[in-house]
């Protein structure tokens, strides 16, 4: 089992003060829980950054107009040759032309990052944006 | 009916080589189809840098401990207090403990903000991110 | 005169062993340190984005080939027409054709960010980037 | 000698519109422009996330207290560590308490995150950011 500890953060009565007014715009329900999103943030950041080897996750936000020919099948193609790697997708229709879609993909940075580039580079594919998170189990 | 038209770009031929490597790398069919790529992604921050009231798109990824006493719960009360603007979400099962969800919203910039932000600062969440994206229709 | 005060942070001892890692690889001196830092670029970050009037400060770092044709000229003429938002300028010779112009400018945000887009825009400027920062007042 | 070749961009005509207006508000002179600016960015974005070894510059901007104990002398001594990396630095008094300070670094990416990381973490300073850029002499 692992412990919660505590640990003290000097402060500057003024700077704690806005953390206070931004922690409560963003709806935190105390300071430890920001500061820990904070700290959690850094930290994913500072792993995708070092390109280590470590599993990773990421979402891949894909935006296209489906009657572009032959896109749809060439997107679950992508998504079939890499089956190891991406564990689910989502499908939304934004209107008559648009569709959302959302990948998971799951692996080290540097596939999921190629993965990415190629769903982003399918023609057709209107906007894309990868978002790198973590596979949770060292982010306790 | 709209028009595909063509426009030309002058450019030093070794810059061009370089171009012409990292689109390769990433797997676009040609130049146009990146150049296009280019211009859509700056449009799409421009458009939310610039915290217009058009209708954007948005897309939150959380991770979090499902064992967390009444995330789940909040995390749904949270959906359903904005159902006019989350339009799905999606689950993944990522080990014993973590899940990941992905949220899509619907809204004007600032709203998804302010929603990304409640789900981001809920109890628990160990990791998120709001990827903002486009409602397509103006993104040709 | 305003006050040192100090807060508690719960966390799971796993997590702050990451960020001690972390927080001695960055090299600051203590945890206090780096909480404040992620704390004030937190609140810097969201200065920015909700755009308000508040004043701040951006660096804008521009590198170009000083043979363009009347490059140097045209940055001289922005930066003059701005001399109120404009502070100072750093020069540096990268090679023989290169080089790196850091433009400190002061006021409202959206001030800063017309001007760094128009000094980025001149032609033959290479690349350029914006740091958005503050001007260090509110951020004790 | 090198060469500036022309290349077409296919585009359909509404992106087209968003895009002159865009590069209108910014202030470029043409489309190749604005189009070149794009794809340098890219390059130079890729090239830091890559991690590869060609040499790169970055700008380090620093907001601190110049009445904090020391700090000023860390900041020299950082600076003076590393003077083969730090070609040069630039003051700006924002306050009666408050300094900007600019430091260009020259190396490979690996090292300028390693020495922004240093300034950016040594006790006092409120507010860093690094700006990755490029020597200049591959972003003809």
Redesign the interface.
């Known amino acids: 089992m ?15 003060k ?2 206070d007014e ?2 409560s ?5 105390n ?14 950041n ?1 792993k995708w ?1 070092s ?1 280590d080897d470590e599993e990773a ?1 990421g ?1 891949v ?1 894909l ?3 489906h009657h572009t020919r032959e896109l749809a099948d060439k997107l679950t193609e992508h998504q079939h040759e890499y089956h190891k790697n991406i ?2 997708s ?1 499908h ?1 229709h ?2 008559a ?4 879609e ?1 990948v ?1 993909v ?1 692996g080290k940075p540097s596939e999921i ?1 190629r993965i990415s ?2 769903l ?4 057709g ?5 990868l ?1 790198s ?8």
Chains 1, 2, 3, 4 share one sequence.
């Open positions: 692992t412990q919660t500890i505590r640990f003290g953060v000097s402060i500057d009565e003024r700077l704690l806005q953390f931004l922690i715009k963003k709806g935190y329900v300071r430890s829980e920001a500061v820990r999103d904070l700290i959690r943030n850094n930290l994913v500072e950054e390109n996750v979402t936000t935006v296209y107009d564990i689910s989502m939304i934004l209107d032309h648009h569709c959302l959302v998971v799951r990052k580039d190629e982003i580079g399918t023609k594919v209107k906007h894309g944006k978002v998170t973590t596979a949770g189990k060292d982010m306790v």
